[in-house]
């Protein structure tokens, strides 16, 4: 994400003097830059989400891992 960030702002000083009349420099230009970034983070979001989604699973299936290793330990010593 951060590379598509400094990929725009490198755009946007190599196509725009800020100097100039401001008149000169299109809005059009930032809506599409803007719209992208919605894009970009609508995506990230959905991400996000499903990765938060995997982590939680994941933490479930290694805390039953972890109480049958110790299951198994235990029934293991009480057997000896």
């Known amino acids: 994400m951060k590379a598509a960030?400094?990929?725009k702002t490198q755009?946007?000083?190599d196509n725009y003097d800020y100097s100039t009349n401001v008149t000169e420099m299109s809005?059009?230009?930032f809506r599409t830059i803007r719209s992208s970034n919605d894009q970009v983070n609508d995506q990230l979001n959905g991400?996000?989400?499903k990765l938060?989604?995997?982590q939680?699973?994941?933490n479930k299936i290694m805390a039953v891992k972890a109480s049958l290793s110790?299951?198994?330990q235990t029934t293991t010593t009480n057997r000896q």
Request: hydrophobic share 45%; no cysteine.
């Open 5 to 7: 960030l400094t990929a």
């Open 56 to 58: 939680i699973e994941l």
């Open 47 to 49: 991400f996000i989400d």
């Open 11 to 13: 755009f946007i000083d």
């Open 27 to 29: 809005l059009e230009t």
């Open 70 to 72: 110790q299951y198994k």
């Open 52 to 54: 938060s989604t995997s």
